[in-house]
């Protein structure tokens, strides 16, 4: 079954305490991407990777990391998480770049809480 | 600025009924049109997807159409149910942009029996 793995799918952490949200897929994808979703925004691009250790910023990657070294996992950091950061993650995949009308999957999102 | 906006924000329809939901872009240059379903606290699900030269897409009960020349698409429900009730969400590609992306803030349909 096609999937994109997400964890954790919930966490509550304090201000500083560096995280990892890691994402996983199982479709040999070429194209994984970070979103963030907050209420009366649509989804916000963080990241982005077109393939193995390539990747690029997208909307709003201020307070993120993340490595692309293997194709299947794109894990997202918080080196230093602030409550702004507080939201739901999305991470996506999808065979080739969005503008090529490959179907791109999501997986089943991260709420995370900093306090 | 690309922009994608949709209306209505929210919706309420009883069950059985039909609806359409619109969203009006402007993003240039213009590469693919999707329609996503989002259950409450889940990840979106792709309803369609259309290229340029398609002007409508059928999912069972979902049909989108798309008017390149006025950017606007609609996504028509048919027969509804219970279970579609989610929000939509209209996600515009662009082939010239490295953000490649450009989503819509939803509309949130509620069907009740």
């Known amino acids: 079954e096609a999937q994109v793995t997400q964890n954790p799918r919930y966490l509550i952490t304090v201000t500083g305490k560096k995280l990892t949200v890691t994402c996983s897929q199982n479709?040999?994808?070429?194209?994984m991407s970070w979103y963030r979703q907050d209420p009366g925004l649509g989804l916000r691009q963080i990241y982005y990777s077109m393939n193995v250790e390539v990747t690029d910023k997208g909307d709003v990657p201020e307070g993120y990391k993340v490595s692309r070294k293997e194709k299947r996992n794109f894990p997202l950091i918080l080196e230093s998480p602030s409550p702004n950061q507080t939201s739901l993650y999305f991470c996506?995949?999808?065979?080739?770049?969005?503008?090529?009308?490959?179907?791109?999957?999501f997986g089943e999102g991260s709420w995370l809480t900093v306090v | 600025k690309n922009q994608v906006e949709q209306s209505p924000q929210s919706l309420i329809i009883l069950e059985g009924k039909n609806c359409t939901l619109q969203?009006?872009?402007?993003?240039?240059?213009?590469?693919?049109l999707r329609w996503y379903k989002q259950d409450t606290g889940r990840g979106p699900v792709s309803l369609t997807i259309m290229t340029f030269s398609e002007n409508t897409k059928s999912n069972g009960r979902y049909t989108a159409t798309l008017d390149a020349d006025t950017k606007q698409s609609s996504l028509h429900i048919t027969a509804s149910q219970l279970s579609d009730s989610a929000s939509y969400i209209c996600?515009?590609?662009?082939?010239?942009?490295?953000?490649?992306?450009?989503f819509g803030s939803g509309t949130q349909l509620t069907v009740l029996p």
């Open positions: 479709m040999n994808h070429e194209y």
């Open positions: 969203c009006n872009y402007t993003v240039s240059p213009f590469s693919n």
């Open positions: 996600v515009v590609g662009s082939s010239g942009s490295a953000r490649q992306l450009t």
């Open positions: 996506a995949s999808s065979g080739s770049g969005p503008q090529s009308g490959n179907t791109i999957y």
